[in-house]
Each structure stands twice: as structure tokens, then as C-alpha cells.
């Protein structure tokens, strides 16, 4: 069965970094993309970017460029999305999802992690 | 940047039919995917390609589109179907675009 399993809890200050990592199982794992999704608090899903895990291609939210990098270890079959310069507004649930390839759905999504920026 | 527009909620008594609509430019052009998300649980994918549905979802959800507008129906609605529903497309760029997302509430 299919499973992405997503790093704890973080709580970090503003403009610090954050990595979230995303284990994937029960599926090949370079013969599909990872994407990255948030939620804030109360609001509705914002798309981060894809990465595919089959040759390490990216592509960013324009509104995250330069903030964000995505990468993959296919040793492990896991992936990770690290923001930086973190700001009050990147308060939210962070999920991995798959992605088939030729931009298919999302189509399993990991348990989501809470990162929390407070000084 | 493509833009997907949906209503914010939905109001439907148990038994009947809800339709949730996602709009957008010649979005009948595009495949579009939705979400189901329930409080505090990671997304669901119960409709994919405008009208196929993952394994495990009920046959009572489908889904439709053309022209400016993709529809999502739930026939039969039951109290366990409310939840927030987000639809999905990817645009001419390969970004992933996101409606605003349907609260639907079962009376």
C-alpha cells in the first residue's frame, strides 16, 4: 500500500529554515513526482511546487521562488521541501503528495506536518 | 496566472444531490481533479480527469466538465460527505493551481 510518511512538529523563529521530510513506501518511487502543498490556518490549500523524483526536475510557485528548495534521495525513497528566511505567514500544514506523471492528480498525500514560525 | 473560482459553501439535507461547481478560463480544456478534506485530516482524491474515481470512493460521487465550468456531484449525500472540497487543475506553466475550496454542510 501506498504510504508518505511526513517528518514532526516544527516551531521555528522568523527568518530561520525549516526541512520537512517525506518518506515514501509501497510504490516505485522515481516513477513519480512529489508535490508540495500548504495550508494556514482556516484557509484553503496553496501549491508549493513538484519535484520528480525520477531525474530531480524541478518547479516552483512563482510566490516561493528563491525561498524554497526540493529535493529527493532515492536511496531512500524520500523527499524534502526546506523554506528559508521564514516569515509569520508560513504558519501552516505542510503535506507531500504524489504525482503521476504528465501532471496526473494528487493522488496520495501524506499525514501533513505543522510548522510554526513564532519569535 | 489561471485562476479557479468556487463557491464557499454548499448546503444540502441528507438524501439529496449536491453540486459543487469550480469555474474557470475554458476549463473544460483542462483535466480537473478533486479533493475532499475533512477537520484536522490530509486531503482525499475523490475524483480525478474531470469524471474518474480513485478505487475505494463511492460511486456516488462523479464529476463533469465543460466550457468554463467543472462540476462535482454527490448523489445521496450523507452526514459522513461534509467536508471542505477543493478542485485542482495544472496550468500552461505546469503549476498546480487550487480552487478556494467548498465548505459542504449536510442539514
Known amino acids: 500500500q501506498v504510504q508518505l510518511v511526513q517528518s514532526g512538529a516544527e516551531v521555528k523563529k522568523p527568518g530561520a529554515s525549516v526541512k520537512v521530510s517525506c518518506k515514501a513506501s509501497?510504490?516505485?518511487?522515481?516513477?513519480?513526482?512529489i508535490s508540495w502543498v500548504r495550508q494556514a490556518p482556516g484557509q484553503g490549500l496553496e501549491w508549493m511546487g513538484w519535484i520528480s523524483a525520477y531525474n530531480g526536475n524541478t518547479n516552483y510557485a512563482q510566490k516561493l521562488q528563491g525561498r524554497v528548495t526540493m529535493t529527493t534521495d532515492t536511496s531512500t525513497s524520500t523527499a524534502y521541501m526546506e523554506l528559508r528566511s521564514l516569515r509569520s505567514d508560513d504558519t501552516a500544514v505542510y503535506y507531500c503528495?504524489?504525482?503521476?506523471?504528465?501532471?496526473?492528480?494528487?493522488?496520495?498525500w501524506g499525514q501533513g506536518t505543522l510548522v510554526t514560525v513564532s519569535s | 496566472s489561471y485562476v479557479l473560482t468556487q463557491p464557499p459553501s454548499v448546503s444540502v439535507a441528507p438524501g439529496q444531490t449536491a453540486r459543487i461547481t469550480c469555474g474557470g478560463n475554458?476549463?473544460?480544456?483542462?483535466?480537473v481533479h478533486w479533493y475532499q478534506q475533512k477537520p484536522g485530516q490530509a486531503p482525499v482524491l475523490v475524483v480525478y480527469d474531470d469524471s474518474d474515481r480513485p478505487s475505494g470512493i463511492p460511486e456516488r460521487f462523479s464529476g463533469s466538465n465543460s466550457g468554463n465550468t467543472a462540476t462535482l456531484t454527490i448523489s445521496r449525500v450523507e452526514a459522513g460527505d461534509e467536508a471542505d472540497y477543493y478542485c485542482?487543475?495544472?496550468?500552461?506553466?505546469?503549476?498546480?493551481?487550487f480552487g478556494g475550496g467548498t465548505k459542504l454542510t449536510v442539514l
Open positions: 485542482q487543475v495544472w496550468d500552461s506553466s505546469s503549476d498546480g493551481v
Open positions: 503528495a504524489r504525482v503521476p506523471p504528465h501532471n496526473g492528480p494528487l493522488d496520495y
Open positions: 509501497g510504490y516505485t518511487f522515481t516513477s513519480y513526482g
Open positions: 475554458n476549463i473544460g480544456s483542462k483535466s
